[in-house]
DNA sequence: AAATTGACGGTTA
DNA sequence: GTAACCGCCAATT
């Protein structure tokens, strides 16, 4: 099993665990991994993530708080679940991350800060 | 094999 | 707060 493959079985499982309500950043989800500057293939592991999974990639953005460029529909979703995403002038959605980032990092103490 | 691209991240100006 | 630049890894052309 190359790593690649494993890498994105990996994002998979993260991704499936985001809770409800709380979002995650490619960069994030790469560390979580064990891949910590792998985001772009976090990225990709989404691009290219069968539906039949039922992943939550909407809880998944960039770690600007920027949401999924070419997935507009993207805010809907968040927004039913209680993630306020706010618009910008040029359409731009931002979630604010300190608030619904997922917790997980935060019990990490020491790389908190 | 080389160059380009992409659902990225972080630092610097 | 925005813009530009660099670094990163894999797939695609």
Do not use: N
């Not at 979002?23 to 592991?45: C, E, F, K």
């Amino acid at each position: 099993m190359p790593d690649t493959q494993q890498f994105f079985a990996d994002v998979y499982g993260i991704v499936a665990q985001i809770p409800r309500g709380k979002v995650l950043s490619y960069g994030d989800i790469a560390r979580l991994a064990g891949w910590p500057a792998r985001s772009r293939l976090a990225g990709r592991a989404m691009a290219v993530a069968p539906a039949s999974l039922h992943l939550p990639c909407h809880r998944v953005v960039t770690a600007s708080g920027r949401l999924v460029p070419h997935w507009p529909q993207q805010a809907a979703l968040l927004a039913a679940e209680g993630v306020e995403a706010k618009t910008g002038k040029h359409g731009e959605l931002h979630v604010d991350m300190k608030k619904y980032r997922w917790a997980i990092m935060d019990v990490r103490p020491g790389e908190a800060i």
